[in-house]
């Protein structure tokens, strides 16, 4: 097969952790006779600083073009100071409204042998941490109006959250086939004590719920669902949520597996054409070291392959090999364990040489 991949480096560690899963890819083109065309595409504070516009159109029209698109990470302290709307990530909004990816899909999922690597009692850790959160994202007060005035010589700020039915019911409607094709439990999260939107989320919810039938519906508020995902985790097949509550439970999701390195996502829309990135910022703290970890943009671009390529026995190769890398002990240095006797068992590595092991153990 031939596909043409537009490959989004960014800021911060992007580059560093793009250029190990490409090394993946190629390994992989190689193996199973593909052939990968990658399109280098600017985008978040390297756009701003060559273009004058975290995403220019030229660049997004390229996006449109390929058949996906696989992106690191965008952002940094020194692009703080830019008005809101030339932000990087602006740009990264840009990009999902324009690609219509509606559909955001983070799986929470512990690696057996990085038990030891999550915060949370080894008691509530051994029941098993296995769920996915679908989350809305070109919608909710991330895509509302945004304001900063003047009233009466006191600024005051104002974002709108706003969310139609049509769009509640496509988003519901991922949530409830995702649950199918799992443990058949959907967790509605909304905070509909409180918000007009979350009532009409709750609503539009319940009315779906009719046509799964074999699917468990629950009604959650968001703030009781940040509490259990670190008391009963366990308990979640499927989560579906608004915008920025799915942002934040994810983040949070992503930290009780271990690490938030670890995580890949997947948004996809109408056609097969998807947005592919881990779910972590651009880690200025660590960029240009070479100890990022790259995991969870090889898991990203092992989701592009099974999902938007069809191509689940290579996908299932690169996660396979990851997990190789787990058993024979490398960590970065994110996953090593905190206990100094407990790490003595582990060889740390960098970003590359992770990179490295992951293509040694591809079968
Ligand atoms: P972050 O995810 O970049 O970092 C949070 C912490 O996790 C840091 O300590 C970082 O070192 C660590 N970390 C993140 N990824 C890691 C990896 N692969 N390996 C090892 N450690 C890792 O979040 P932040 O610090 O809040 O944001 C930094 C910048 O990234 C900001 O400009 C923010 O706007 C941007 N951001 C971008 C995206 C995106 O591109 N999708 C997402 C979130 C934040």
């Known amino acids: 097969m031939q596909k043409n991949i537009a490959v989004i480096r960014g800021d911060g ?13 190629n390994k992989v083109a190689d193996a199973y006779s593909h052939t990968f065309h990658y399109d280098d595409v600017d985008m978040g504070g390297c756009a701003i600083d060559k273009w004058g516009d975290p995403l220019p159109e030229e660049m997004l029209k390229r996006c449109l ?12 302290p020194k692009w703080d100071g830019v008005p809101g709307h030339m932000r990087p990530e602006k740009g990264l ?8 990816v509606y559909s955001n899909n983070r799986p929470a999922k512990i690696w057996p042998q990085l038990a030891g690597a999550s915060p949370l009692n080894p008691s509530i850790v051994e029941k098993g941490i296995d769920f996915i959160i679908v989350r809305e994202l070109i919608g909710g007060v ?10 009466d010589g006191q600024l005051v700020a104002t974002d709108t959250m706003s969310y139609s039915e049509a769009e509640i019911e496509r988003i519901g409607r991922i949530g409830f086939e995702t649950a199918q094709k799992r443990g058949k439990k959907l967790c509605s999260v909304e905070k509909s004590n409180v918000l007009d939107c979350s009532r009409l989320w709750k609503k539009v919810m319940h009315r779906l719920a009719d046509e799964y039938p074999d699917v468990e519906l629950s009604d959650m508020l ?3 669902c940040a509490m259990q995902i670190v008391k009963n985790p366990a308990q979640f097949d499927v989560i579906v949520t608004e915008n920025m509550f799915g942002d934040i439970l994810s983040d949070e999701a992503s930290m009780i597996t271990g690490s938030i390195g670890m995580i890949p996502s997947s948004s996809l829309g109408a056609t097969t054409c998807g947005l592919y990135e881990p779910i972590h910022g651009s880690a200025p703290d660590i960029a240009g070291m070479d100890v990022a970890n790259p995991i969870g943009t090889i898991l990203s671009a092992a989701m592009m392959l099974r999902f938007s390529f069809d ?5 299932d190769a690169i996660e396979a090999a990851v ?14 364990p905190a206990d100094p006797a407990q790490a003595a068992k582990y ?6 040489r992770m990179g490295e092991l992951i293509i040694q153990n591809l079968a």
Do not use: W
């Not at 560690?13 to 890819?25: D, F, H, T």
């Open 347 to 352: 060889q740390k590595v960098g970003c590359s």
């Open 65 to 76: 073009a390929s058949d996906s698109v696989l992106m690191g990470s965008v952002g940094g």
């Open 13 to 25: 560690i992007g580059p560093e952790i793009v250029e190990q899963a490409l090394k993946v890819l």
């Open 311 to 315: 191509m689940a026995r290579e996908a």
């Open 93 to 100: 909004l840009r990009l999902r409204a324009g690609m219509g």
């Open 323 to 336: 997990s190789a890398v787990l058993d024979a002990g490398y960590r970065t240095s994110d996953i090593m």
């Open 142 to 151: 991330y895509f509302g109006k945004h304001e900063t005035e003047d009233k």
């Open 222 to 224: 968001v703030d009781n």
